[in-house]
């Protein structure tokens, strides 16, 4: 088992910065690829971002390229998502996940490519 718990969230104006966070527990953090979801009311979970166990690869939401970092510090077993110049469109509860990478293909896109979820953590950002 693995146990994510997200913090970081909160309410802004267009154009501010937010840094999520994702601690993680339980198992071996670096045999996890981490992403990031958002889920916005009346809508599905997206996926927002992507990194690799090691940190050497990364995928994002088209409409993210350029505005949000995800990384990693496996010492700390945190994975973050850095947000700036923050869009109202940006609004959602954001979830971190961990894919254990089986060897079986899944999507990286995909919710269902990942094994454990956070808890979520509330962005709004006010125009």
């Known amino acids: 088992q693995v146990q994510l718990v997200e913090s970081g969230g909160g309410s802004v104006q267009a154009g501010d910065s937010l840094r999520l966070s994702c601690a993680a527990s339980g198992r071996t953090f670096s045999d996890y690829a981490m992403a990031w979801f958002r889920q916005a009311p009346g809508k599905e979970r997206e996926f927002v971002a992507r990194?690799?166990?090691?940190?050497?690869?990364?995928r994002y939401l088209d409409s993210v390229k350029g505005r949000f970092t995800i990384s990693r510090d496996n010492a700390k077993n945190t994975v973050y998502l850095e947000m700036n110049n923050l869009k109202s469109e940006d609004t959602a509860v954001y979830y971190c996940?961990?894919?254990?990478?089986?060897?079986?293909?899944?999507?990286?896109?995909?919710?269902?490519?990942?094994?454990?979820w956070g808890q979520g953590t509330q962005v709004t950002v006010s125009s």
């Open positions: 996940a961990a894919d254990r990478v089986s060897g079986v293909y899944r999507s990286p896109t995909s919710q269902h490519a990942y094994d454990y």
């Open positions: 990194i690799s166990r090691s940190g050497g690869t990364l």
